[in-house]
């Protein structure tokens, strides 16, 4: 059986978006699938809609001062930023953001400013499909960055090795491809760089802290940032290590032939992130007419499963609420547990999560207006169109269908309840 | 990182409906959590106390500073640490002993070490660490050093020793702990203790609501990370409703006031031992609990940081000392810290980068009070660490030997435990 434009439309808004609001399937299923592809790999060549910032109008504190309410700004921002991702027009490209921000974790709780967390996130939106070496550039040096992970207390005097261990075992090369001594030569040469003061969404070199004699890294010589990054980026682990963490989020595989293939590709490309995007979606729908062990369901993170539920039912939480169930749930957007980023994977069917992904449901079902066709669905009865405005256009499993009967006899304005325990079902949990 | 089988929950009788579907899910599923809570709270009213042994492990997450936590008293100490080192006269003495005072912030500790309820192992870690927080975590979380584990150790305990699958025998707090992972066991995450129940938009019955949710759990369809989703769904509404009956968010008792040294910051620690302590005093048969705790990893700014961090640590474990003295269930419960390994022994300005081998606290009734291990700064390891003389194994054997083992089964071997245990 060969999949359906619309199973494989639907497949990439649950992989590499936040879903669909109702209608938008029927209209990218006239356009075709390779055209889908097109506009969500490459949105400017493609006719999508225009860049939207999601944090536009918001005001940041620029320094820490005494009385700096970071929290508020804080929740404003990352509820900004959930908006943004549950009504995007360039699904992909939000989606990358979200990706990069969790390669490159950073957390505002140390951080302390939002406004440095929208900067690094606005470099994830603006440079997050071009090539990695300036991403990896622009991260090295951001000031979120320089804060998150030390870089700013990293000398000539008092070198600084955290930034410079986690580069190449988080960010580019994976453990095991570099020594102890790659370590403290890739922190001496990245030693000097500050937060311009002032205006700290900049940052500055400072050549009198900055320790300038070259270090051997992995075989080169380096001395700057520009070095540094070109010798991560010359490293035949770094393609492979970038190109298994696109497999990993998009496929929920990790086939070692798969992953040197498109590590080929994306180190042919020039590490073009758009060509290795491109190669491992194309890679997810072949497989999609292939033997279900090739294509394992993915667990979907707290915060873009939500971003999804709102943007079909048009439903909403508000702040505190998406605040208070976000963090049960155990994914506060800017805020991730360490440099790792979140677990994921089946420490998203905790019980802690599981709760409060129930809990959001509810919230986001009672707020589901009358008029939107998904409550109307559930209201109804009507199990496949339901499913299908949920984004899963092959219908429910047997299990929740029966769920969804039950649940249409809990009383209250109709199709809510049903509507709450689709959204917290196990078909939406995974993608 | 992605088996399922961690999330094979399917023991469980109530849960077994989802399996088989042939039960009347939603009213089976009521039924059997009545009767779990019933006999609950039967075994409260009945004054029966519990008797078997808990084991609470807190994790510092992030790698905590074993040099600046128990703290030599040599002067090699303060050549390395120039700015960090603490002044000997600033820290807190423990009676009868010379060689080593614990920091200012752990003042609260210094009762529990006169009652002689206070060990400390020292240099603890795994030869081979290659100071990646991430495999140092593998290592310590599977008790498999070098080489891949579905299971954690505290997982492993569970399938060795379990009669059914409860997931309250195991409670995780502040998120998940991969040392929980089991073959069969489930176990409980809690982040959020308050919001730790299934609310109902308005109008809706919140009892059929619940009932129709975990009727999504029955029968599994397919495999994988979508059938470990209906298990999941199961396991959740199960314990929601138990764990609400058990009131997880009453304060801990405060220590007294001479105990703490100047300001007391309340953290992950003592949020996680307050929901500790309360599980153990509901008495719902928990044997396991893990604190999740962070920000450890203090690379800058240290002085201030670990400041509250142990403040934390040190007030948070004196006032779970109380809690369950106070319950009548101190002489059941042992606690252990964990962290993925100590600090660089030289400091490098205002912080201290990865090192290799930690210092950890064993604390309880059950403890001799008695420091084990040297971390010899004259000889450090050559990437300038407190090398690891003592194998996590052994830190590991001594908490499951508190839990009546089997030892050898979950660690491959038996390890020493250094007479920490009375």
């Known amino acids: ?431 | 990182m992605t088996d399922e089988r961690d999330l094979d929950l399917s023991r469980r009788s109530f849960v077994g409906l989802a399996a088989g579907g042939a039960l009347a899910g939603a009213a089976a599923w009521a039924g059997l959590v009545e009767s779990a809570v019933a006999a609950g709270a039967e075994a409260t009213a009945a004054g029966k106390v519990a008797t078997d042994r808990v084991l609470v492990v807190v994790q510092e997450g992030g790698g905590n500073d074993g040099l600046n936590t128990v703290v030599p008293i040599t002067g090699r100490y303060h050549d390395l640490r120039p700015t960090l080192g603490l002044a000997d006269s600033s820290l807190v003495r423990l009676t009868g002993e010379t060689g080593y005072g614990l920091h200012p912030s752990l003042k609260p500790l210094a009762a529990l070490w006169g009652a002689k309820q206070l060990s400390i192992v020292q240099g603890v870690g795994y030869p081979d660490n290659s100071r990646s927080h991430f495999q140092a975590l593998d290592s310590w979380w599977s008790a498999t050093p070098g080489r891949a584990a579905t299971t954690g150790w505290l997982g492993r305990w569970l399938d060795a020793t379990s009669t059914g699958a409860d997931p309250l025998r195991a409670v995780s707090i502040g998120g998940g702990n991969p040392a929980l992972r089991a073959a069969r066991s489930p176990s409980t995450a809690i982040v959020d203790p308050a919001g730790f129940s299934l609310a109902a938009p308005p109008g809706v019955s919140a009892a059929k609501l619940a009932a129709a949710l975990v009727r999504c759990a029955s029968p599994v369809e397919g495999g994988g990370m979508r059938a470990a989703a209906q298990r999941a769904i199961a396991t959740a509404s199960d314990v929601a409703e138990r764990v609400a009956a058990a009131d997880l968010d009453r304060a801990l008792p405060a220590v007294p006031a001479d105990a703490g040294s100047g300001e007391y910051v309340a953290g992950d620690v003592t949020a996680g031992l307050q929901v500790a302590a309360n599980l153990i005093a509901a008495n719902l048969g928990t044997r396991v609990i893990v604190v999740n705790a962070g920000g450890f990893d203090t690379h800058a700014n240290q002085a201030t940081t670990h400041r509250a961090l142990l403040a934390d640590l040190g007030g948070g474990i004196a006032r779970f000392q109380q809690a369950v003295a106070k319950s009548g269930q101190a002489a059941r419960v042992l606690l252990v810290t964990t962290s993925e390994f100590g600090r660089r022994a030289r400091e490098n300005g205002s912080g201290t980068d990865h090192g290799n081998g930690g210092t950890h606290l064993v604390v309880g009734p059950g403890v001799k009070g008695s420091i084990v291990g040297t971390p010899n700064l004259a000889k450090l390891d050559p990437q300038g660490d407190v090398a690891a003389s003592i194998d996590v194994r052994s830190l590991y054997a001594i908490a499951l030997s508190w839990l009546g083992g089997p030892v050898d089964e979950v660690l491959g071997r038996s390890w020493d435990t250094y007479g920490v245990l009375r």
């Open chain 1, 1 to 431: 059986m060969t999949t359906s434009d619309r199973s494989a439309i639907a497949w990439l808004h649950r992989r590499v978006g936040f879903g669909l609001a109702p209608g938008e399937l029927d209209r990218l299923e006239e356009l075709g699938v390779d055209a889908v592809v097109d506009r969500l790999v490459d949105p400017d060549r493609h006719g999508a809609a225009p860049r939207r910032d999601p944090w536009q109008g918001l005001r940041f504190s620029q320094v820490p001062t005494q009385g700096t309410n970071y929290r508020a700004e804080s929740v404003a921002a990352i509820g900004a930023w959930m908006d943004h991702l549950s009504s995007t027009g360039r699904p992909t490209e939000s989606w990358l953001t979200w990706f990069w921000h969790n390669h490159f974790p950073t957390a505002v709780a140390k951080v302390r400013l939002a406004g440095l967390m929208v900067t690094q996130l606005r470099l994830f939106q603006r440079a997050g499909s071009g090539s990695f070496a300036a991403l990896l550039r622009g991260v090295t040096v951001d000031p979120a960055m320089l804060v998150w992970l030390d870089g700013r207390e990293n000398t000539k005097a008092t070198p600084n090795e955290n930034y410079g261990r986690e580069v190449m075992e988080l960010f580019a090369l994976g453990v095991g491809h570099y020594t102890e001594a790659d370590v403290k030569a890739c922190a001496a040469a990245l030693s000097g760089w500050k937060l311009a003061p002032g205006a700290t969404t900049a940052s500055r070199f400072v050549p009198a802290q900055h320790d300038a004699r070259p270090q051997r890294l992995l075989g080169r010589t380096v001395t700057d940032v520009d070095s540094v990054v070109a010798t991560l980026v010359a490293q035949p682990a770094c393609p492979v290590h970038i190109a298994g963490a696109f497999q990993d989020a998009i496929l929920g595989t990790a086939d070692a032939g798969l992953t040197a293939d498109l590590a080929r590709r994306f180190r042919a490309s020039n590490l073009s992130v758009r060509t290795l995007l491109r190669a491992t979606i194309e890679a997810g729908l072949a497989r999609l007419d292939g033997p279900p062990s090739a294509r394992p369901d993915v667990v979907v993170a707290p915060a873009p499963w939500l971003a999804a539920a709102r943007r079909a039912t048009g439903g909403t939480v508000s702040r505190q609420d998406g605040a208070r169930h976000l963090l049960a749930a155990g994914q506060i957007p800017m805020n991730p547990p360490n440099v790792g980023g979140w677990p994921g994977g089946p420490a998203w069917l905790s019980t802690s999560t599981t709760v409060a992904r129930a809990n959001l449901a509810a919230a986001i079902a009672a707020t589901t207006k009358d008029s939107s066709p998904v409550l109307r669905a559930a209201a109804s009865g009507d199990d496949a169109r339901l499913a299908d405005l949920l984004c899963r256009p092959e219908g429910f499993g047997r299990a929740t269908r029966n769920a969804l009967a039950d649940a249409r006899r809990a009383g209250g304005r109709p199709g809510v309840a049903a509507l709450a325990v689709a959204l917290a079902s196990p078909d939406l949990t995974v993608a």
